[in-house]
Structures are given as C-alpha cells and as structure tokens.
C-alpha cells in the first residue's frame, strides 16, 4: 500500500499570474491605489492620485513585467492610465 505522500497527484506546473501587459499594468495600478474597481460593474475607475501613480510607474520601472524593458513597463502603465476613466460608463 502507498502511503499519503506517495497517493498525492504531481502539482500542476504554475503558469505566471499575468498573461498579458495590459492586464499586469492594472493590476499595479490597483495595488498602488491609482485606480479602483466599481463595486457594481467591476471597471477601472482613476482615483486622481498624482501620488499613486507616481508609485505604479516606479514600481514598473523596477520590477517591469516578464520579458519587458522598463520603458516598456511604464509606456504601459500609462496606456492604461489614458484609457481609465473617473467614473464607470454603468453607473
């Protein structure tokens, strides 16, 4: 009989947690409180927080998403900060 250990499926080999550039920018966006989501309808909303986004940029500069340049980190950042509204088109 095998014991627990050996009973155990092999773990699933773990894919990164951003698929896209897009999607890594929000998410740094939110994490920096540049932006929030609509509790309603789940849009990006901009906070407006020279700050924030200051901080987003920074850290897109130093810890930029896999595969790209820095500059490419923040040009992203910023497309993203464009496309952001401040408030969400349901409400």
């Known amino acids: 009989m095998k014991n627990n250990a050996q009973r155990r499926l092999p773990l699933q080999a773990s894919r990164p947690?951003?698929?896209t550039l897009k999607g890594w920018a929000l998410?740094?966006?939110i994490e920096?409180?540049?932006v929030r989501e609509c509790e309603h309808h789940g849009h990006a909303i901009d906070r407006a927080d020279p700050e924030a986004r200051n901080r987003a940029?920074?850290?897109a500069w130093n810890h930029p998403f896999p595969g790209t340049t820095p500059e490419q980190s923040q040009a992203a950042i910023d497309e993203v900060l464009r496309s952001v509204g401040d408030t969400c088109p349901e409400c």
Do not use: C, I, V, W
């Open 17 to 19: 947690a951003y698929r």
């Open 27 to 29: 998410s740094t966006l």
């Open 32 to 34: 920096h409180h540049a």
């Open 57 to 59: 940029r920074e850290a």
